[in-house]
């Protein structure tokens, strides 16, 4: 199939650094092309991908650190998807629901992903006006909020088998926290629940300027202390070290999270995680399995103590058969193809 990937631009694809979107659109990119499927990947021009690449002279938006509008340079790149709509037997839109009015106009098959929350009221309007596009959700979960929507799948994210491996040897006893630091993510409960257990906290969490006064705040003043390390913002290169020395990765949040990628990068290293019950969270982990679902900090606590003799190899097998790029790639192909035969 002739297949086109239309990215955000705030982060290159795949990020150096944190990202999650333009992250599952390269590892689900590079598997079409693998495939054998012809792909053009909408992005920044500084993404790396054996894909075709359009992109102009538009480099990634959050490292730039020059940008003040991102929407008119996200206009301009549709303005190209529109230009070369014809060239696709398929468009998968990755940019929420700013692709609506485009996608219902087009005359090609295509399909949004989204990746975002959607329990704000402020969606209900745009959502109702173009109920008739089909979008796929990242958990069922996620479209809880949106329920009347053109739902076509659920397709959770996958990552390459080889990416992230198990190491060998025996972990750690630390605890890490992976992701970035806001409200929401919550690494203040993390460094509580590791201070009760009594073990290290290394914290990898990326700043943006717009959490820097939360930071200042309210954490600067917690990672002083003796049990935790702050390391920053990693890539995907220190990730396998990262996560798989580490005794588990804490995912405490308080926010209706779509999906955590962190889980299932922690899952391909056999490390568990222990979440809290919000969101996706519930679909992503199985009790005793891959980690542990809690309500609170002490039940966290208290489910460290059981991952004494957590089976990894077992924890990593649930990853190959859920959570693979692989099985997010079929997913989406049947997708296309039932959308291409609808209108042939």
């Not at 538009?58 to 060239?87: C, I, Y």
Request: aromatic letters at 8%.
């Amino acid at each position: 199939m002739r297949i086109a990937q239309v990215a955000p631009l705030h982060e290159s694809v795949p990020p150096t650094g944190y990202g999650g979107t333009e992250r599952v659109v390269s590892y689900l990119t590079e598997e079409l092309v693998r495939l054998g499927h012809e792909v053009t990947l909408f992005a920044s021009s500084d993404s790396r991908t054996r894909a075709r690449l359009v992109s102009g002279r538009m480099k990634a938006l959050r490292l730039n650190g020059k940008t003040r509008a991102a929407l008119p340079l996200h206009l301009v790149l549709l303005e190209r998807v529109a230009d070369l709509a014809r060239d696709f037997d398929f468009i998968h839109f990755h940019l929420d629901y700013l692709p609506f009015p485009l996608a219902r106009r087009l005359g090609v098959p295509c399909l949004s992903t989204l990746h975002g929350r959607l329990d704000y009221p402020e969606l209900q309007p745009i959502f109702s006006e173009f109920r008739e596009l089909p979008l796929v959700s990242i958990s069922d979960s996620q479209r809880a909020p949106l329920a009347f929507a053109n739902w076509a799948a659920t397709v959770y994210h996958g990552l390459p088998p080889g990416l992230l491996t198990r190491p060998e040897g025996p972990p750690g006893e630390h605890l890490v926290f992976l992701g970035r630091i806001s409200p929401e993510k919550r690494v203040d409960r993390a460094i509580e629940i590791a201070r009760r257990s009594g073990r290290r906290l290394k914290i990898a969490a990326k700043i943006d300027p717009s959490e820097r006064g939360y930071f200042k705040r309210e954490i600067a003043g917690l990672l002083r202390q003796p049990h935790v390390d702050f390391v920053g913002e990693i890539g995907e290169a220190e990730k396998a070290r990262f996560l798989g020395e580490a005794y588990a990765l804490l995912h405490p949040i308080d926010w209706p999270e779509p999906f955590g990628l962190a889980i299932i990068e922690a899952m391909a290293c056999g490390t568990p995680s222990v979440v809290f019950d919000r969101g996706s969270m519930p679909e992503l982990v199985e009790n005793g399995v891959t980690g542990y679902v809690v309500s609170d900090v002490d039940a966290a606590v208290e489910a460290l103590g059981r991952l004494r003799r957590f089976d990894r190899a077992r924890c990593r097998e649930r990853f190959e058969r859920r959570f693979t790029a692989g099985r997010m790639a079929e997913d989406y192909l049947s997708l296309y193809r039932s959308s291409v035969e609808a209108v042939a």
